[in-house]
Structure formats: C-alpha cells, structure tokens
C-alpha cells in the first residue's frame, strides 16, 4: 500500500500540514464538489423542448430551404435567367425558362419549372449569390425529414408559399410548439406569437 | 384471548401496509433518482411517459416483467435463483425493529395504535445482524453466475461489506452509549426535546460517530463513492451482470430498500427520529420522520451524482486505517463523557 494516495502526503510546512488535515477532517472538498452539484440541481436545464414544447427560430442569415420571391405588387422575380443553375456546385437546381406575357413576372421570361432537389443541395447558397434579381432565397425552413425522396424535390408552387416564419420576426429565439403526428406524416406546429426566449441567453 | 386475536390481526395489518410501502417504494425512488441525476447533469431526465416522466417507472416494471429470465447454461441454477430472494428477504426483515413513529389512539375505539412492529430491547443488534445477511445473496449471485466479472463483484462486496461493519457496529456503539439503550424507540426518546437533545449534536463526538456511521452505511449500501462490488467501468455490473427480468429487479429492490434502511437508521440514530427540531412546529411526527429520511435518501443521490468512485485499496484504507481507528478513540471519548 506504498502508493496509495491518501496516506502519502508531503508536508511542506507545519501549516500546510494542519491545512491539509482540516480539510480533510471538515470533508472541504466534499462540502465544495456537493455544492457545485447541487449548484446544477437547482438551475434551469438547457434542454430544447424540440419537438414536443419548443422550437428554434434561425437566424434571417440562416441558409434554409429555397423561396421564390415575389415584388410587391405579386409578380414572380424570378426571370428564369438559369445563372443560378450555373452558379450551384451540385446542379441540383432545373430551371425551364417559358415566355409569359400576362404579368405573372416582372418580365416577359418566367420560369415554366423551377424546381431544387434538396437531397443534393448543399445549401451554400450561391444561387441567392448569383440571382440579379433576388428572387431566390434560402429561407429559414429546416424541417425537411421525410420517408419518401421523391417529396425532397420542391417544384416552384410550394416555393412561393410564403414562409412559415413571419418576415418581421428576428431569429435566434425560441417560440412554444406542438407536435404533431397524423397518418399523412408529421408536423411541427410553431406558435410564433409565444416567444420563449433568446437562443444565446439560454445558452449562458 | 380476545385481546390476543386482535393483536395478532394488527400486527397482521401492519406487517401488510409496510411490506406493500416496502415494495412500491423503490418505484418513486427510481424515478427521483433518475430525475436528480438529470437535473445535475443539467438534463431533464425522464419526461416522455407521463407527465415530468413520472409514470417512467411503471414502464420500467413492465419492461422487466416482459424480458426473458436468462439463467447461464453453467451457472448454478440453485443458487442463481435462491441470490436475490436471499438479498431481498433480510433488506425486508430489518423493517420488523425500525419504528416510524411512537403511537397514536384511534377514534372512537380508543385505542392506541404503536407504529412499529416490534419494540425489540435488542433492536439494534438484531438490525446489523438481519442485515448483514443481505451480503451472501450478493456473494452467491456473483458465485453462482460463473462469470469472472460476477464472481469478482462478490468478492469485492465481501471485502468491503465485511469491512464496513465493523465500522458501522462502532458506529452503532457510539449511540447505545449515547443512549443508554438498545431499543429503537428509547433510542428516539433519548434525543426528545428538539435540535439540541439529538445525538447528532452531542458534542464533540456526536458529529464524528455521525459521519463514521454514514460513511459506513454508503459502503454498506454499495452506493457511489463505494459501489465497487458493481462497478461499471471495471466490472461491467458487478454481482449481477448475468441477472435479467425480475431476478435483476429484485437486486435494485433490494438495493434500494436497503439505502432507505440507512436513512432511517441514520435518522433514528442521530436526528432524533420524529422528534420535531424546533418544538413549535405543528407538525404530526410522522411527518417529520418521512421528511428527514426523505432528506437523506436526496443526499445519497446527491452524493452519487457528485462524487466518483474510490479505488480498491483506497476504499480498504478509508475503512480499516481511519474509520476503524478514530471508532476506536470515539468509544474511548465517549465513554469518559458518560461517565
């Protein structure tokens, strides 16, 4: 038992001797560990509620799932100049080009297809880059698990809708949430108008 | 005649209502200590069955109820199946000396109702004994299992059990001679008279005796910072690596009937049992009795969430080299205080 670490003390000096044995007697270090732990014990938890409670809001810098834009008067920006198609690394992006002169665009060449393949999108976001006319945006959808592939390929109608987070509503907060699971699939319900908290705060 | 018959039909009753607490008591403590561990650690712990979690354990019943009883082709099928009723029983048999209250009258009838079974005049001995049997259910699980990393947990276990009582028997001198009794009850009653009767606080030595005797009943408990006999990073599990189901059930049973033992023993012993600390709080003393255990069963968890664990010689050292010594000088202390 020559090793062992509680008998083996090098006393440097009486005082740090007699220190040592009072700690050890009064358990110091014990009292000390016992109250960082209970220090934890009584603090909040850091744990996200997500799905069930609570979900994140991004950031507006966040790269999400794609939108089209439309200008304020409703017409589709996009000019389907394809600059995007040649600006994305993983060509995950058609784009069919189609002459339309009833004022659906903001000119007369709209896209006829515009559709993204989110399995291959690496979401840098280039496209947004390279768009003259800022119709594509990555947006702050993250909620793209799904059973079947065939549903990761977003065509132009369901990138148009507008968002699910209201524009005017700044990222890195946490609003309440429900969860919820039909035979269609699932679904996260986001109350935005409840907010929880800033992200980063929480963080500590 | 008459008056036997009923005698017999309550203690027939309270035998009933201790073994059903008994038994479903370690259902709420699994669930608190999973939720203490969460909290520390800074995680919510169990929160998906039920509200907060709070049915997680009935799942986990249900779960152990459901697995297959494995039992080694080369275990010792005898003894595999007698190991756990064998640690069980005695965690259970202690509970017929430990009073939870002194008495009450019942309405109408007029009759006083004692909340202990037994008021042995030898209680405590008969305590350490029952309980020390607990350890050959642990020896035999580890033997009969024929797995290397079983039979060493019972080895451990031994060591360390055999170890510790001696400490925890000092530790059990000190306070018959704080006491002057054997009894549980009078043990109690020696401490009547809020904060500063209690043996706790018989200074200097009551503070000694106290931390010797919970040190001592952590080891005895195989909790953390002493739960070599099931260390997981070494050992895998321990004793009961090769239990599953319910035979797996009933070691945690008993493991934690056994912690809830040592609070009461503690709490019986040195704070005074359901003595009311202050004197002024209306409080029945049943109460106070379930709120100190309560107290101490929290600080185990705290502790195994705080603390790791001590290595082997470490924790042979601490019980032969310091407890057993400083035992010895505390009868010395304490029997010239007495005098």
Known sequence: ?204 | MFETTVEVIIICIKVGVAGMVLFSLPIPLTWVERKVAGHIQVRLGPFRVGPHGILQPVADMVKMLLKEDVIPTKADKWLFMLAPIMTMVPAFAVFVAIPVGDKFTLPFIGKDITLYMSDMNVAVVYILAVSGLSIYGIIFGGWASNSKYAVMGGLRSAAQMISYEVAMSFAAVGVVMLSNSLSLVEIVKSQSGGLFHWNFLYLPVGPVWFMIFFIAGLAEVNRIPFDLPEDEGSLAAGYHVEYSGMRFAFFMLAEYIAMVTISVLAVIFFLGGWDDPTGVIPLPPILWFVGKVAAFIYLFMWIRFTLPRYRYDQLMTIGWKILIPVSLVCVLVTGLMRI
């Open chain 1, 1 to 204: 038992m020559r090793d062992s670490r509680i008998e083996t003390v090098k006393v440097k000096s009486l005082e740090s001797g007699v220190r040592w044995i009072l700690k050890r007697t009064f358990f110091v270090d014990f009292i000390k560990g016992l109250m960082v732990t209970l220090g934890y014990n009584l603090s909040k938890g850091v744990t996200l509620r997500y799905p069930d409670e609570e979900k994140w809001i991004p950031y507006r810098r966040f790269r999400g799932v794609h939108t089209l834009n439309r200008d304020l008067d409703g017409r589709e920006l996009c000019v389907a100049c394809e600059l995007c198609v040649k600006a994305c690394p993983t060509r995950c992006i058609t784009v069919v080009p189609m002459e339309d002169s009833t004022g659906k665009g903001i000119s007369d060449r709209v896209a006829g297809v515009w559709k993204v393949d989110l399995v291959r999108c690496l979401f840098c976001g280039y496209c947004e880059d390279a768009c003259p006319t800022t119709a594509v945006r990555l947006g702050r959808g993250y909620e793209r698990a799904c059973f079947d592939l065939s549903s990761a390929v977003l065509d132009k109608e369901k990138l148009l809708l507008p968002e699910e987070v209201p524009p005017d509503l700044d990222g890195g907060v946490i609003v309440a949430a429900s969860f919820e699971r039909t035979g269609a699939g699932m679904k996260v319900n986001a109350d935005f108008t409840k907010l929880k908290g800033d992200w980063l705060k929480m963080q500590g």
